[in-house]
C-alpha cells in the first residue's frame, strides 16, 4: 500500500490505475491547450470590403505624414521665388522661413516623416508592397525636401551658386518621380482591390521659379 499525491491509501493496482487516469487528464488537457492556442492564432475572415477601407486609412495616413513637409517646402519656395523676381526684397524674413521650415522634412526635425518612414502595412494589405511606397514618400521628404530648402537658401547669398542650382533640379526631378512611385505603388494596389484610389498630390515644389526645374 502507498499515499497517493491526493492523500489516499492505495493498493499498487489502484495507484497504477490512478495513474493512468492522471497520464489521461494531463493529455487531454494539453490537446486542449494547443487547440485554443490555435483558435486564437488562426485569422479572422478579412473581406474584401475590408482590405479596400485599409487600403484607403493607409494612403491617407501616408498623405497626412506628408502635409507638413510639402506645406513648409511650398512657403520656403514661394519665399525663395519672391526675392527672385523682385515682388520681395525681405531676404531675412525668406532666410529665416526656410531655417524654420527645413528640420520640418526631416526625420530627425519632425516625427510625421519618422512615423512615415517606420510605418508597416497592415496585415490585411501585407501581400501589395506598399512598404515601399512608404519608402519613397519618405525619400520624397528626407532627404529631398529638405535640401531643396537648403539649396533655395544657399540661392538667397548666391544666386549664381551653381552646385545648388545643379541639385534643386536634380531633386526637383527625383521628387517627382518618387511621388508617382508612390503612387503607382497604391494604384497598383487598388486595382487589385477593385477600387479607385485618387493619386497623393504634393505641390509644394511647383513653388520653384521655371529656370530650377
Not at 519608402?135 to 539649396?151: F, L, R, S, V
Not at 537658401?153 to 517627382?176: C, E, G, K, P, V
Amino acid at each position: 500500500m502507498s499515499l497517493g499525491p491526493d492523500g489516499i491509501v492505495r493498493s499498487p493496482r489502484e495507484k497504477l490505475a490512478f495513474d493512468r487516469r492522471k497520464g489521461r487528464w494531463v493529455a487531454i488537457a494539453v490537446v486542449v491547450m494547443v487547440g485554443l492556442i490555435v483558435l486564437v492564432d488562426l485569422p479572422s475572415h478579412v473581406t474584401l470590403a475590408d482590405r479596400q477601407g485599409d487600403l484607403r486609412t493607409f494612403q491617407k495616413s501616408v498623405a497626412t505624414y506628408l502635409a507638413g513637409c510639402n506645406a513648409g517646402l511650398s512657403d520656403s519656395l514661394a519665399a525663395y521665388s519672391g526675392i527672385a523676381n523682385g515682388s520681395s526684397s525681405e531676404v531675412s524674413v525668406a532666410n529665416e522661413i526656410m531655417t524654420n521650415d527645413e528640420p520640418v522634412c526631416t526625420i530627425a526635425g519632425n516625427s510625421d516623416i519618422y512615423d512615415l518612414a517606420t510605418m508597416a502595412p497592415p496585415n490585411t494589405l501585407a501581400h501589395f508592397g506598399l512598404e515601399f511606397a512608404t519608402n519613397d514618400a519618405a525619400t520624397w521628404a528626407d532627404p529631398n525636401a529638405a535640401q531643396m530648402i537648403k539649396d533655395a537658401q544657399a540661392l538667397l547669398s548666391n544666386r549664381n551658386d551653381l552646385a545648388a542650382i545643379t541639385d534643386i533640379r536634380n531633386r526637383f526631378q527625383t521628387m517627382q518621380k518618387l511621388l508617382a512611385e508612390t503612387n503607382s505603388t497604391l494604384q497598383s494596389a487598388a486595382a487589385q482591390l477593385k477600387m479607385n484610389l485618387a493619386p497623393i498630390r504634393l505641390d509644394g515644389i511647383y513653388q520653384l521659379p521655371t529656370s530650377l526645374r
